[in-house]
T-cell receptor
Framework: KQEVTQIPAALSVPEGENLVLNCSFTDSAIYNLQWFRQDPGKGLTSLLL?????REQTSGRLNASLDKSSGRSTLYIAASQPGDSATYLC???????????FGKGTRLSVIA | EAGVVQSPRYKIIEKKQPVAFWCNPISGHNTLYWYRQNLGQGPELLIRYENEEAVDDSQLPKDRFSAERLKGVDSTLKIQPAELGDSAVYLC????????????FGQGTRLTVV
């Protein structure tokens, strides 16, 4: 059974700092991995999707990497801003016919 | 293009009462999911549809939960009767289907059972 772990559970950084959020998964035979952002009381916003054949994806100040063999992904946020404050969730899909399995998320606070 | 639309956004009911949630997925998306998210946790799948067929409902508590996706578009999720432990956020998501499984989520329905 796939299990996803996100470390740290919470993170507080000053504005402008570069930061890394970590995600690990127990079954490396994944189909894809997706990073989401969730603001308080809101739904999930898709940030980046990495297919199993890819090593990384970039969108603006966000960069996500994938190392399938070690069962890890990182989300790198450059030059953090207070508007980046949210919970970031990592989810993996083992095949095209299986649902996403989520971690518990990392709650990020960027202090102005 | 409109995203996934859910209603209502919030619902407060007394235990043992019924409740229903509605979801309209992104146009053209064949796959629809219902997830439940408890406080401080990641979402967990309740049911997955491919068009109008429920292809994964193994985690749906069938004694009190039911779902339908008539005509393979909109979907409703019902709880009857609700219990205190059902308090959570209920999220609907959709994806195009086939090889494209990127999931897009709605705003969710926050259910409080008192």
């Amino acid at each position: 059974k796939q299990e996803v772990t996100q470390i740290p559970a919470a993170l507080s950084v000053p504005e402008g700092e570069n930061l890394v959020l970590n995600c690990s998964f127990t079954d490396s035979a994944i189909y894809n991995l997706q990073w989401f952002r969730q603001d308080p009381g809101k739904g999930l916003t898709s940030l980046l999707l990495i297919q199993s054949s890819q090593r990384e994806q970039t969108s603006g100040r966000l960069n996500a990497s994938l190392d399938k063999s070690s069962g890890r992904s990182t989300l790198y946020i450059a030059a953090s801003q207070p508007g980046d404050s949210a919970t970031y969730l990592c989810a993996v899909q083992n095949s095209g016919n299986t649902p996403l399995v989520f971690g518990k998320g990392t709650r990020l606070s960027v202090i102005a | 293009e409109a995203g996934v639309v859910q209603s209502p956004r919030y619902k407060i009911i007394e235990k043992k009462q019924p409740v229903a949630f509605w979801c309209n997925p992104i146009s053209g998306h064949n796959t629809l999911y219902w997830y439940r998210q408890n406080l401080g946790q990641g979402p967990e799948l309740l049911i997955r549809y491919e068009n109008e067929e429920a292809v994964d409902d193994s985690q749906l508590p069938k004694d009190r939960f039911s779902a339908e996706r008539l005509k393979g578009v909109d979907s409703t999720l019902k709880i009857q009767p609700a219990e205190l432990g059902d308090s959570a956020v209920y999220l609907c998501a959709s994806s195009p289907g086939g090889l494209n499984t990127e999931a897009f989520f709605g705003q969710g329905t926050r259910l409080t059972v008192v």
